[in-house]
T-cell receptor, first 112, second 115 residues
Framework: NAGVTQTPKFQVLKTGQSMTLQCAQD?????MYWYRQDPGMGLRLIYY???????DKGEVPNGYNVSRLNKREFSLRLESAAPSQTSVYFC???????????FGPGTRLTVL | KQEVTQIPAALSVPEGENLVLNCSFT??????LQWFRQDPGKGLTSLLL?????REQTSGRLNASLDKSSGRSTLYIAASQPGDSATYLC??????????????FGGGTRVLVKP
């Protein structure tokens, strides 16, 4: 099992550009999550999907959109990137809420 | 709002010493608490999940305790090794409805084990 995979690993964008971060899990998990990690701010939840077909906002959803494409895949889209979105983005999944969460390796995004 | 604090932010110990990492949280209505390890430039690796009904959870050299009433959890790592050098994060899961989907993380404790 690959667990939780994320693409790309690194990305540099210019302000105003758009991009989609991809996440996939092969553990048959129902719930998936997107976090960002910033120095001094810790990990913060952006969006989550409790089950296929549902998505909900987390703590810092502004500037982002998500799509739960199917049970395996959960993407995060930046429509118009801003320097404040420079961060490390992590995808995570678990079988259901309250269960142990498993994390992907992260995507390092720099917005110039 | 749940707040999670980890003190100290950094810790350096000689190899072989036992590690004691602290995590405190403000809202005792938690469902569970999870400890993670993060190596530089890497993702988070789950170490232990301790349910609110449990007092402790063990895995190998790791032992996590939970005291909900005082809002504290402690991660003990016995006989530390240089390979234990990493940042350790705790995260709590609230027990209230949809909030149960949301982990609130502490800022982490960066550990260095010197050979």
């Amino acid at each position: 099992n690959a667990g939780v995979t994320q693409t790309p690993k690194f990305q540099v964008l210019k302000t105003g550009q758009s991009m989609t971060l991809q996440c996939a899990q092969d553990m048959n998990h129902n719930s998936m999550y997107w976090y960002r990690q910033d120095p001094g701010m810790g990990l913060r939840l952006i969006y989550y999907s409790a089950s296929e077909g549902t998505t909900d906002k987390g703590e810092v959803p502004n500037g982002y959109n998500v799509s739960r494409l199917n049970k395996r895949e959960f993407s995060l889209r930046l429509e118009s990137a801003a320097p404040s979105q420079t961060s490390v983005y992590f995808c995570a999944s678990n079988w259901a809420s309250y269960n142990e969460q498993f994390f992907g390796p992260g995507t390092r995004l720099t917005v110039l | 709002k749940q707040e999670v604090t980890q003190i100290p932010a950094a810790l350096s110990v000689p190899e072989g010493e036992n590690l004691v990492l602290n995590c405190s949280f403000t809202d005792s209505a938690i469902y569970n608490l999870q400890w993670f390890r993060q190596d530089p430039g890497k993702g988070l690796t789950s170490l232990l999940l301790i349910q609110s009904s449990q007092r402790e959870q063990t895995s190998g050299r790791l032992n996590a305790s939970l005291d909900k009433s005082s809002g504290r959890s402690t991660l003990y790592i016995a006989a530390s090794q240089p390979g234990d050098s990493a940042t350790y994060l705790c995260a709590v899961n609230l027990s209230v409805g949809a909030a149960g989907n949301k982990l609130t993380f502490g800022g982490g404790t960066r550990v260095l084990v010197k050979p």
